[in-house]
């Protein structure tokens, strides 16, 4: 049995390319019908592979797939609103706080920040107001 507590996961199994980009976020909030959240993705993906764009809903997890970010101004903070093509997913992320980090060696280089912050908008129906968490960035060279 599986128990969700307040706290998030990040675990999974891949071989990244030489050359590696994605925009990633996540949330999840308890509400009396039950869980509401979501996890995208913009990625190059391995062909014939599963995506990892999901939708939580009471009683339901769907795939998303064709996620868009868009950040609305050149500020680090400034919101970002995430949508799929099926219109399942439409929240805007508005970020609180920014982690940085940048490397530029030989072989090797990373461009990577994560957000931390609320989602507000709708998830296949469902309205969430103010749900805490992330939003990150990676360009790397590995």
């Avoid at 925009?23 to 995208?40: C, R």
Wanted: aromatic share 10%.
């Amino acid at each position: 049995m599986k128990v969700l507590t307040s706290k998030g996961q990040d675990e999974h199994r891949t071989f990244l390319p030489y050359r590696t980009t994605w925009l990633w976020g996540t949330f999840a909030t308890i509400t009396p019908d039950g869980i509401i959240g979501a996890n995208f993705a913009k990625r190059p993906i391995v062909p014939n592979t599963e995506e990892e764009s999901c939708l939580w809903t009471p009683g339901d997890c769907e795939s998303l797939t064709d996620i868009t970010f868009e950040q609305t101004s050149d500020d680090p903070l400034a919101p970002w609103r995430v949508t799929s093509a099926d219109g399942q997913l439409d929240v805007t992320f508005t970020p609180e706080d920014r982690k940085d980090v940048k490397h530029q060696l030989v072989l090797a280089s990373i461009d990577y920040w994560q957000m931390v912050g609320t989602y507000t908008g709708t998830v296949a129906g469902h309205k969430v107001i103010g749900v805490r968490g992330v939003c990150e960035s990676m360009r790397a060279r590995l």
